[in-house]
């Protein structure tokens, strides 16, 4: 391994009562990594933060951040990370500028210079009551404190929900550099062109387990091709044919994926249904997610 | 789709959310009112025990201000001295909340704009709100007229117009909050707006009141016309047990309709979300004061202290004032001479005992400042504030301390507070050198021990179970000043005021003060609170 871990999470189990949040989860990061961390709502991705966090105490399984029991040593790590939470809720008597100076102080510091021009780049006004910001300028207020601390390891639980596509871009601006100064970021994200755009690996969770973890060149389903096509003749017989994934159709309109090394064969198999409409396209990251969680990726392909 | 399309969902949804909350605050102020009766019929069980307390009650200004215009030498005047004023407070403060609540507050969460986005009208919130505090405000007359049935020392007749009394004074505050609500845009500035608005109608009365006149007999007083114009004051001039007045009751729902009228035409000039007080702006970066941990606990726990800081000081004027004007009611009274003579040696001064029964007695209901305090736990962990902080690199132990620390520090200032202010009243009013200052300093003091096992009790409770410290935490409030103002009236058996760790403070000056007790309720409180320290750092913290 070339370099050092930051991350590691073994059969990571969480139980609240008789409910099973995370069931044997793996995850790891290495140094100077950003990993997108995906899974749908309530499959543990929050929950997993917590226990990094050391604010959830885990059931059972081995974690360690930066080579330290992040429940026994929290306070410590915690001068070495930053986090930014899904929900932001902060005092709400307090200003956004107070806020973001109260959690940099309480974490050991803040960059003035950073602090500046993030308020600048997110235009965000600190003068205004936590309380009558919208859900977007509570995230920022959350960002500005998190970005704004010179730390080695940026946790990021869904942290651009509610900007407007001008903040996600300086958002993702600010991560790649992040990235180019050597600094490690989980983020956790339903993003999916986010996850595309600015993570190294992902790792996808489901039920609180680990469905797949790599690098986005790596994941297998991510090198098929994508079809949607209309022919003259029923597709049906494509359905059967090797290399040939998640096919379905209705009268003769089909969608479906195929293995680099049986492109040759199905285009020719298409070819003679006689083609009234096609289009293809590599593989995205929704078809791979919605894979995973067992719905049919019709709405994600169509509009594609 | 009409305005009040979807009132009824609105006011199941209120029902559901309010299902625990609103009964307990029903229970509580119906057993204040209705359980003292009983008490009260014991202590003053003579005409001239009656006689004595009214006629004090009649020519004392504090009596008057804290006790309303007196009518007569009756049991039914000393029941409306005794806790008219704390009925129609909770019933105040119970009716505005329902309103803010559920309208103010669902705005600021957002829940507003998701249910207004729903088949659910304009007026839908504030329609569901008002009706939800008339049903409140019904169910606490029925109560508490119903108990008074079984009461027969208590005319009947007067029980139903005083109960009704303190009913029209909750709906005229949920008319307050019903415009209120719409001018603040967050939801502790429409409470503080309402807030202020009682305080105003019970000072325009208490001044209507003290300005009044006496009867030639000594017994009653006719308000100053400036009780006329406070809601509180229309309350009082209902005048039950005496003259049983329907007028007032009918200004007091007429003022409950004109400003709920009011309340809608206001909502119809506003925006969802918006009012028509904005927000002022705060500091662009935090001032040296707000850092660290202790910082942001000094910073949530200021307005709390500085609140119950007030109440501390006035009740020390208050004792020294009572202490004063009643000397001769309470020394006359046969059951008081009894109580008195129970608490301390027989060697004590009149005075001296009179002081540690009313200080121990006053903190009691001064405790709910621990309470308001510590709640704040629970609100930092289920909002996910505590997440954010926790996730810094501050520790839990130091951030648990920050706030029970804080309380317990808060709480030594207050008691020291209300020793000084009741020293100064005291040496002020009476003029006797019988009772040393200081004595009082202590016996205000005397008291923090107690109130640290109060302190590191809630906080072990918050450690345990989280959430669960609100409902106990006020709960154990309502029983300890429950056990404070009438365990020494009636003969419990001992586990039940050895509940109330206030039971526990030694009888000073009266009597010799036991360290040894003391000691033992600063080590309770300690191993309490260490325990609670131990609890917390090993469990998960969890949010809503």
């Known amino acids: 391994m070339s370099r050092e871990m930051v991350l590691q999470a073994r059969g990571l189990v969480k139980e609240f009562g008789g409910f099973r949040a995370l069931d044997g989860l793996d995850l790891e990061l290495r140094r100077g990594e950003v990993m997108g961390f995906l899974g749908p709502n309530g499959s543990g991705k929050s929950t997993t933060i917590r226990i990094l966090l050391g604010l959830l105490k885990k059931s059972a399984g081995d974690v360690t951040l930066l080579g330290e029991d992040p429940w026994k040593h929290a306070v410590e790590l915690h001068r070495q990370l930053a986090y930014v939470p899904g929900d932001v809720e902060l005092w709400p008597n307090l200003s956004g500028g107070e806020c973001i100076d109260l959690l940099g102080d309480l974490r050991g510091g803040l960059d003035e210079t950073r602090r500046a021009d993030l308020l600048e780049r997110f235009s965000l006004d600190p003068t205004k009551k936590f309380r009558t910001y919208s859900k977007g300028n509570r995230q920022k207020v959350a960002l500005v404190a998190a970005l704004a601390s010179d730390v080695d390891l940026y946790i990021l639980d869904e942290p651009t929900s509610g900007l407007d596509p001008l903040m996600e871009a300086v958002f993702q601006d600010y991560v790649r550099q992040l990235k180019a100064d050597g600094k490690t970021v989980l983020l956790s994200s339903h993003i999916l062109a986010e996850v595309e755009a600015l993570c190294d690996r992902v790792t996808i969770i489901r039920d609180g387990r680990t469905v797949e973890t790599g690098s986005l060149a790596d994941i297998q389903q991510l090198q098929q091709t994508h079809f949607d096509i209309t022919t003259v003749k029923s597709p049906e017989n494509l359905a059967e044919m090797p290399g040939v994934h998640n096919y379905q159709h209705s009268d003769n309109t089909a969608s479906f994926q195929v293995e680099p090394d049986q492109l040759a064969a199905v285009t020719e198999a298409v070819a003679a249904l006689g083609v009234t409409h096609i289009t293809s396209h590599p593989p995205k990251l929704e078809e791979l997610f919605l894979r995973h969680y067992d719905k049919q990726p019709e709405t994600a392909t169509r509009e594609s | ?544």
């Not at chain 2, 029941?79 to 507050?105: D, K, P």
């Not at chain 2, 606990?297 to 800081?309: F, Y």
């Not at chain 2, 003579?341 to 405790?367: N, Q, V």
Request: with cysteine.
């Open chain 2, 1 to 544: 789709m009409g305005a009040f399309t979807g009132t009824g969902r609105l006011l199941k949804l209120a029902l559901r959310r309010d299902r625990i909350v609103l009964p307990v605050t029903i229970v509580i102020a119906v057993a204040l009112v209705a359980g003292s009766a009983p008490a009260l019929a014991e202590v003053y069980n003579t005409p001239a025990a009656i006689n004595s307390y009214v006629a004090s009650g009649a020519s004392s200004a504090v009596g008057r201000v804290f006790q309303g215009p007196i009518q007569g030498a009756t049991l039914g005047s000393i029941l409306i001295a005794e806790v008219f004023l704390f009925g129609a407070i909770i019933l105040g403060i119970m009716s505005a909340f329902i309103i803010t609540r559920h309208t103010r507050h669902n705005e600021e969460l957002g829940a507003a704009e998701l249910l207004g986005a729903g088949v659910v009208g304009r007026s839908a919130p504030l329609s569901a709100a008002v009706v939800l505090a008339l049903l409140a405000n019904g169910v606490t007359v029925i109560a508490l007229y119903a108990s008074f049935t079984l009461m027969p020392d208590f005319d009947q007749i007067g029980s139903l117009y005083m109960s009704l009394a303190l009913g029209g004074f909750g709906l005229a505050m949920a008319g307050v909050a019903a415009v209120t609500a719409q001018l603040s845009d967050y939801w502790r500035g429409a409470n503080l707006l309402a807030m202020a608005a009682l305080g105003v109608f019970f000072i325009v009365r208490g001044f209507g009141d003290v300005l009044g006149e006496l009867s030639a007999d000594g017994l009653s007083v006719t308000s100053h016309w400036l009780s006329w114009l406070s809601p509180m004051g229309w309350a009082y001039l209902v005048l039950p047990y005496a003259d049983n007045r329907v007028m007032p009751l009918l200004l007091l729902g007429g003022l409950f309709v004109v400003l709920t009228a009011i309340g809608y035409a206001l909502l119809y000039r506003r925006d969802v979300g918006s009012s028509l007080f904005a927000s002022r702006p705060g500091r662009a970066r935090a001032s040296a004061l707000l850092s660290g941990t202790w910082g942001l606990a000094a910073r949530l726990q200021w307005s709390n202290l500085l609140a119950w800081g007030a109440g501390f000081v006035v009740s020390g004027i208050l004792i020294a004032v009572v202490v004063n004007d009643y000397q001769q009611t309470f020394q006359e009274n046969e059951i008081f001479r009894q109580l008195l003579a129970s608490t301390g040696s027989t060697t004590a001064s009149f005075l001296e005992l009179i002081i540690a029964l009313m200080y121990p007695l006053m903190a009691t209901f001064l405790a709910g400042y621990a309470v308001a305090a510590l709640i704040k736990l629970s609100d930092e962990e289920t909002s996910g504030r505590l997440e954010a902080l926790l996730a810094t690199a501050t520790d839990r132990t130091r951030w648990l301390w920050s706030h029970v620390g804080s309380t317990m520090i808060g709480s030594v200032l207050l008691f020291a507070a209300m020793g000084v202010t009741g020293a100064l009243g005291f040496a002020a009013v009476s003029g006797t050198t019988e009772v040393d200052p200081s004595m009082i300093w202590w016996a205000s003091l005397i008291i923090v021990p107690a109130m640290l096992v109060f302190i590191s009790g809630i906080a072990l409770v918050y450690a345990l179970w989280g959430r669960w410290v609100k409902p106990f935490a006020w709960t154990w409030y309502a029983y300890c000043a429950f056990i404070g103002s009438f365990a020494g009236i009636f003969s419990w058996p001992d586990w039940v005021t050895k509940l109330s760790p206030f039971d526990y403070t030694p009888a000073y000056p009266s009597d010799t003060v036991e360290w040894s007790i003391l000691a033992a309720l600063v080590a309770v409180a300690v191993v309490m609170s260490l325990v609670a320290t131990v609890i917390f750092r090993q469990r998960d913290i969890t949010t809503e």
